[in-house]
């Protein structure tokens, strides 16, 4: 269970949707069935990374309020809920259980050691299949092409996709490292190994 809100949490949650919206204002390449590709991915995996579960995905759900709001932060400079018509409409609403999956293994793996870059990779990577495991099916729905067909339609995606968590992975270690008790839960790790060194000394 997400653990009480406090004023840093809100302005952080706040901070990360703002950055959600401002990678969509990077000039994007439109591919097939109008798909764009864009910064998105990499802010909402970064937002993951170095916020955990629940902050990270209040940023994407913030930042999805707003937008839906027809506030024209979505790709291509878009708005309103008619954007979920689109065939882009499922990856957006994917990006709400991305963020949290991504938080959840980055917390889990900073509860047991202390975080590598090895480690935010593999839960930045984590995105990427529920990503698509919810937008490809739309995708072929909306676009009305099989399923296997938007899959196909979907490779090129995959490549930048991965770039740009090992990139978020790079970002959010530097972050880890200036702020090493950032994500919820490692304060208390950290008194505890602080207790134990003093019991031990």
């Known amino acids: 269970m997400p653990r009480r809100l406090t004023g840093a949490d809100v302005a952080l949650v ?7 919206a401002a990678s969509t204002a990077v000039p994007e390449v439109t591919l097939a069935f109008g798909v764009p590709v864009s910064l998105q991915t990499f802010a909402v995996v970064l937002a993951g990374l170095v916020l955990g579960p629940w902050r990270g995905a209040g940023a994407v759900l913030l930042y999805l309020v707003v937008g839906l709001a027809g506030a024209p932060i979505f790709a291509n400079l878009m708005g309103g809920s008619a954007v979920l018509a689109g065939p882009t409409g ?4 994917a990006f709400l259980p991305a963020a949290w999956v991504v938080g959840a293994i980055t917390v889990a793996f900073r509860r047991r050691t202390r975080l590598t870059y090895l480690h935010l990779v593999i839960a930045g990577l984590a995105s990427i299949p529920v990503v698509y495991a919810i937008g490809i099916p739309w995708l072929a729905w909306r676009a ?4 296997t067909e938007a899959a196909i339609a979907m490779g090129p995606f995959a490549i930048g996709d991965v770039i740009k968590v090992l990139v978020a992975a790079a970002v959010a270690a530097i972050i880890h ?3 090493p008790q950032l994500l919820p839960g490692t304060r208390a790790r950290s008194a505890a190994v602080e207790h134990e060194h003093a019991t031990t000394a």
């Open 14 to 20: 706040a901070v990360f949707a703002a950055f959600i």
């Open 144 to 147: 009305q092409i099989t399923v």
């Open 177 to 179: 490292r200036a702020y």
């Open 90 to 93: 499922g990856f957006l609403l």
